[in-house]
């Protein structure tokens, strides 16, 4: 046993410290059908990666494989690109307080647990980048946050640079009667005083946008920092696209038309009527970012809300992609969000594209991931089967190259399945009361149960 | 047709009930999953006046030319929901519309789930279009006795009509929803308990109270006879077993309570819930009741933390009795569908037959109905689901639902 114990202990470390980078010498995947969502599925395809990113991906027959690569057998297995959900709450996230319905200035980035149960969970349900958001009780609740889900030790190491080296992310917003609440506070008691409310502070931004450009490099003229105004001209100038929460189909007439008079990207999300106003969605070239819950109502605002939405929307030829709100929905079970648009009508390509490419262009990351293609990060999950089928498994999940999921792993299959232990968050290596029982019981050959 | 029909029975001024005005229904199945044996390659269900007349295979047996026919790739007995609350807790959320939980009082068993069930809810009819045809449906988990359960039908026309078991289970919590929702009248003096022992204690006193209570309701002396007490008569029939008691309980600490309880009160009780099921198993074996199983896909936290999508497979593998549920639900989705959890249930490890037996003649066996409900028999209540592929599979569609002869199909689901 104390062998058996230390030969355990020093697996784990090294696994731990193996995890720490991306592989620099290939490593090819053959034999599966793969679906690379940037064209037609591969029935024997090949994908290798080296360093973080594709190296090539295509048909066995026209990809060669570079010598000293490390080929893994893949036959019988689906590989597609790492899911992307565009609206979820892992993380342990937090948003604006009750102080005010408008807090652009409150960032999730200040909030968020990287080793949180909920990360891993994601990460069983093959989501390899996620667009986390404060919640849905203010007009502006605060700046979201878009996260590679790696294995990382602090916030930092999830987080996605911008070419200017500022974090990557969108602003919260949201309308409807998540926000209104009883009169007599700062907060709207109707929808018109919503919308007036976030008007006017709009307004207010472009004047201090104006002021500051006004000032230019004259650091005496410059308006005092204001770091509400800041994140809303970055919205304006277009730097950072609004991540709209609306359901009511006049809810979401009424984000087209602030969007009209302001000029900002915005997606819209959940968007529980959209059905009944796909023909302006589509018009107004605006991207919907879906829920599917099991049932309509639950609040007025989803009284209405049809499994159809997805289809009806692709029909109109709007842009569709789908999210969790995890925990309204389980991130493991991403992928049934897909399949049920089909139920009710979507086509599987274009379910696909929405748990893909569709919510990568909605985070404006569509050049780094969301398709199977030379050059993009090394983010991919293996499936047992039909992306699509209730039978179908997600067996692993890479992102930039690394395997963050397995589930032939005890401590990440307790994550996919649930059972005790699975609420606790993830446990650092060889650390903490706890972790080493994990692994004498990892050692006899499983988690106890 | 319904609506001459519905004229008619207006005309005559009399009630008809569902089933005398169903006309005949043929379905023909490439494959029909009767649950009273093998499944059958293209079977044939015939029913009338709200029974079924045939199961069985196709081949040399006539349809009646007065039937209408149905076809579907796909044939399941009716499914059944084994614990909701849809019909109480509305689709709207207002307060107006949520009638699972009064929160007065934390011990209210004479609280009765058919002076509340709204069988026109539309979410009701939304379980209906997943296939659903029956509920056991009432007082939700959160006060240590909530009230009851009743069995109803899905055919969404009155609670009269569709009634199966007016008073099924007496619904009772323990753990942490009791312990800390069930909160007593503003102002007014802690009434609801606030530990998992002090919960306990209360309901010991309590049924302690309804032995001495029946007890003397049946003494010889008249006059010596209580007063009707509306709350101690239900638990009464409780013990007396005519009743079973529905025991909400995730942590381990609260199923062997509810078994303790069980034994010392010499109760029929049916475990609810059970997120740590898998740490019990063989306590739950040995005493021999059933569970139904929270929801496959329901949220992890706090006392279901340890929740797992498995749970469902363990049950089965030990042998204990168990049926799943769509569950209470507060928020969105306001009600859960069980074909949903039973294909999640199904793909982690139960496998299709167990799944399916699960929502159909293992619910039934538990709620005590499979004598008219969950398979597909002669003589037996004509409830179907009908599919047009594999009911498990995420893309396939319900493409009929048949409540006691009753057709309704209003489009693929």
Redesign the interface.
């Known amino acids: 046993m104390p062998l058996r114990l230390l030969a355990a202990l020093a697996a784990a470390f090294l696994a731990a410290s193996g995890n720490a980078a991306a592989q620099e010498k290939p490593l090819a995947f053959t034999g599966a059908r793969i679906i690379p969502i940037a064209g037609l599925p591969v029935e024997n395809g090949v994908l290798i990666l080296q360093g973080g990113r594709i190296l090539a991906v295509g048909p066995a027959a026209s990809t060669a494989i570079p010598a000293g690569a490390e080929v893994r057998d893949a036959r019988g297995k689906v590989i597609m690109p790492g899911l992307v959900d565009s609206h979820s709450h892992i993380g342990g996230a937090s948003g604006a307080d009750g102080a005010s319905p408008v807090q652009p200035e409150v960032r999730v980035l200040d909030a968020i647990d990287v080793r949180h149960a909920s990360i891993q969970k994601a990460q069983a349900g093959g989501i390899t980048t996620v667009n986390v958001m404060p919640g849905s009780g203010h007009l502006i609740s605060g700046q979201t946050l878009y996260l590679k889900l790696r294995d990382g030790r602090v916030i930092d190491d999830l987080l996605v640079r911008l070419p200017d080296g500022s974090i990557a992310g969108g602003l919260k917003m949201a309308n409807g009667t998540n926000s209104i609440r009883s009169p007599g506070g700062p907060f709207p008691g109707s929808r018109a005083k919503s919308a007036a409310l976030v008007r006017e502070q709009f307004v207010k931004a472009q004047e201090y946008q104006a002021r500051r450009e006004r000032a230019g490099n004259d650091a005496e003229k410059l308006p005092a920092r204001d770091l509400a105004l800041e994140m809303l001209v970055e919205v304006l100038e277009g730097r950072r696209i609004v991540q709209h929460h609306t359901h009511r189909h006049d809810d979401i007439l009424t984000v087209l038309r602030l969007r009209r008079e302001f000029g900002f990207k915005v997606v819209l999300h959940h968007v529980s009527e959209a059905a009944k106003v796909a023909a302006e969605i589509a018009a107004a070239g605006v991207p919907s970012s879906v829920i599917i819950i099991d049932s309509p109502g639950g609040k007025l605002e989803t009284r209405d809300f049809a499994l159809e939405n997805c289809a009806a929307l692709e029909r109109a030829g709007a842009e569709v992609g789908l999210h969790t709100d995890d925990s309204v929905t389980d991130s493991r079970l991403f992928l049934r969000s897909a399949a049920l648009a089909v139920r009710a009508g979507m086509t599987p390509e274009g379910a696909l594209r929405a748990v893909t490419i569709a919510n990568a262009r909605m985070l404006g990351m569509e050049a780094r991931v969301g398709t199977l293609e030379t050059g993009k990060d090394a983010d991919f999950i293996l499936l047992s089967g039909d992306p699509l089928s209730v039978y179908t498994e997600v067996e692993q999940t890479w992102v930039d190259g690394v395997k963050v999921f397995d589930l032939s792993d005890p401590t990440d299959r307790l994550y996919a399945r649930g059972g005790p232990g699975a609420g606790e968050n993830r446990r650092p290596p060889l650390c903490c009361f706890g972790s080493a029982w994990d692994i004498i019981m990892a050692a006899n050959g499983g988690n106890g149960q | 047709m319904k609506r001459l029909l519905a004229t008619l029975s207006l005309l005559s001024g009399s009630a008809l009930t569902a089933a005398e005005i169903t006309p005949p229904v043929a379905v023909l199945g490439e494959m029909v999953h009767t649950l009273s044996g093998p499944a059958i390659k293209d079977g044939l269900v015939l029913m009338r006046d709200g029974r079924i007349t045939y199961a069985g295979p196709a081949a040399g047996r006539a349809v009646p030319a007065d039937h209408r026919v149905l076809r579907a790739r796909v044939v399941t007995p009716g499914l059944i929901d084994a614990r909701a609350t849809a019909g109480l807790s509305?689709?709207?959320?207002?307060a107006q519309d949520q009638d699972m939980l009064d929160r007065s009082a934390p011990l209210q068993p004479e609280l009765r789930a058919i002076d509340a069930f709204n069988a026109r809810d539309?979410?009701v009819t939304?379980?209906r279009s997943f296939g659903v045809t029956t509920l056991n449906t009432g007082h939700a988990p959160g006060a240590l006795i909530s009230g009851q359960t009743m069995i109803v039908r899905t055919a969404g026309r009155s609670v009269e009509d569709d009634v199966v078991n007016p008073a099924a289970m007496i619904a009772v919590s323990l753990g942490g929803s009791a312990v800390s929702r069930a909160e007593g009248p503003p102002g007014g003096s802690a009434k609801s308990p606030g530990t998992r022992a002090k919960a306990v204690a209360m309901l010991r006193a309590e049924l302690i109270k309804a032995q001495e209570y029946a007890r003397k309701r049946d003494v010889k002396d008249e006059t010596k006879r209580p007063a009707r007490d509306l709350r101690l008569e239900t638990l009464a029939r409780g013990l007396d077993g005519s009743q079973r008691f529905l025991i909400t309980a995730h942590r381990q600490q609260d199923i062997l309570a509810s078994l303790r309880l069980a034994r010392e009160f010499n109760l029929r009780i049916v475990l609810d819930g059970c997120a740590?099921a898998?740490?019990v198993l063989e306590e739950i074996k040995a005493s021999g009741f059933p569970v139904i199983l929270h929801p496959t896909?329901a949220?992890?936290?706090e006392d279901t933390?340890?929740?797992?999508?498995?749970?469902a497979a363990r049950l089965a593998a030990a042998g204990i009795p168990f049926a799943l549920q769509s569950g209470y639900?507060s928020?969105?989705?306001?009600?859960?569908?069980v074909l949903?959890e039973a294909?999640?249930a199904?793909?982690?490890g139960l496998g299709f037959e167990r799944a399916l037996a699960a929502v159909t003649l293992d619910a039934a066996r538990i709620l005590g109905i499979d004598g008219r409900t969950g398979s597909l028999a002669e003589g037996k209540d004509a409830d179907l689901a009908l599919f047009d592929g594999d009911p498990?599979?995420?893309?396939?569609?319900v493409t009929a639902t048949v409540v006691a002869g009753r057709v309704f199909a209003d489009g693929p689901r």
Do not use: C
């Open positions: 509305g689709i709207l959320n207002q539309p979410l939304w379980l740590d898998p740490l896909m949220r992890a936290s933390e340890n929740l797992a999508m498995d749970t639900e928020y969105v989705p306001k009600t859960r569908v949903f294909a999640v199904a793909a982690r498990f599979e995420y893309t396939a569609h």
